[in-house]
């Protein structure tokens, strides 16, 4: 869900040039498979088309990010077991750091609650802070 708001963010700010986004999963759960159905359906709902097919993160994934983004704390824990071998030098942050007004630091699995549109408002809010932030630090 995260990949397809920021990119959306990012094409609908004319900076795709800007950017190469991917999105990654810490556990092979779902490898070679497409976003959840009611995550795409979500998507769709607010215009946004989801093209992604998962993947688990590698360390080329982590040496080549110029920004870590992880949707949680265990998700965060696993990357910076991960950064032990490959160091991500102030990279790697929790999305919803970047949301001011998120209740919570971690982004929760929409599939357990069926809780699909207020992830979304939650992904989209870190997103915005992120492109914000991204945009300042870069200056672009």
């Known amino acids: 869900m995260a990949e397809?708001?920021?990119?959306?963010?990012v094409e609908e700010a004319g900076?795709?040039?800007?950017?190469?986004?991917d999105s990654?999963?810490?556990i092979s759960y779902h490898v070679g498979e497409p976003a959840h159905p009611g995550t795409r359906r979500v998507l769709a709902q607010h215009g946004i088309q989801s093209h992604n097919i998962?993947?688990?993160?590698?360390s080329t994934d982590l040496a080549e990010a110029d920004y870590v983004i992880a949707m949680d704390r265990d998700n965060l824990r696993d990357l910076q077991a991960m950064a032990r071998r490959t160091p991500?030098?102030?990279?790697?942050?929790?999305l919803l750091e970047f949301a001011a007004d998120a209740p919570t630091r971690d982004v929760p699995?929409?599939?357990y609650a069926s809780?699909?549109?207020?992830v979304y408002r939650l992904?989209?809010?870190?997103?915005?802070?992120?492109?914000?932030h991204i945009r300042r630090e870069e200056e672009i």
């Open 24 to 26: 990654v999963g810490t």
């Open 54 to 58: 998962s993947r688990q993160i590698n």
């Open 88 to 94: 991500v030098d102030g990279r790697l942050h929790l």
């Open 115 to 118: 809780n699909f549109e207020y």
């Open 4 to 9: 397809a708001i920021f990119t959306h963010l």
């Open 123 to 132: 992904v989209e809010s870190g997103c915005r802070g992120l492109l914000a």
């Open 109 to 111: 699995d929409p599939y």
């Open 15 to 21: 900076l795709s040039d800007h950017f190469e986004i």
